[in-house]
């Protein structure tokens, strides 16, 4: 019984060992860009209203690019961003563009898209709280709704940041 017992011990040990819970690294597609494409017209169309949020908007800083890809009324789930155009627009002005490329650069895992919404993952690289100064991989998620040729409301898993120009305080 006892050895029984042992045996369940270290199983439990093992199992509870921050190694058994080892992940494997989330990585992009090899062509990010074909992730954009759908043999149905309508599908495809909306994939590429994303493509272009991702690779002009968001990559490229482009606000000319906002009218364009977001409906007037443009709707946002995250809550650290206001809904509308000027919400984007200030958010971009924060953030250094990218130079341009021919190609999307960010490190796309999947591109879904079914009736009027498209869903894309990416790899997020996040600090590993159990190993200060290394890095571990998990996925970012970002859903649109599209009508009529643009991006209409977005929803993805952001959480409540601390308001612009504070520091966090300790727990």
Do not use: C
């Not at 080892?22 to 994303?50: C, I, M, W, Y």
């Not at 984007?88 to 009027?116: T, W, Y």
């Amino acid at each position: 019984m006892k050895g029984h017992l042992y045996r369940a011990l270290a199983a439990a040990s093992l199992l509870l060992s921050a190694e058994a819970f080892a992940q494997e690294r989330v990585v992009g597609a090899k062509d990010a860009d074909a992730l954009f494409h759908s043999g149905d017209p309508k599908l495809d169309a909306n994939k590429q209203v994303v493509y272009h949020i991702f690779k002009d908007i968001l990559e490229g800083s482009n606000v000319d690019a906002i009218d364009k890809y977001l409906s007037a009324r443009y709707i946002q789930h995250n809550p650290n961003i206001p809904s509308g155009h000027d919400g984007l627009r200030k958010m971009l002005s924060m953030v250094k563009p990218k130079p341009a490329s021919e190609k999307l650069s960010a490190h796309v895992v999947s591109v879904v898209a079914e009736g009027d919404f498209v869903v894309v993952s990416t790899v997020q690289p996040l600090p590993d709280p159990r190993s200060p100064g290394k890095i571990y991989t998990t996925t970012h998620f970002d859903m649109w709704r599209i009508q009529d040729g643009k991006a209409d409301e977005h929803w993805d898993e952001a959480q409540l940041g601390p308001p612009p120009g504070s520091t966090p305080s300790a727990p």
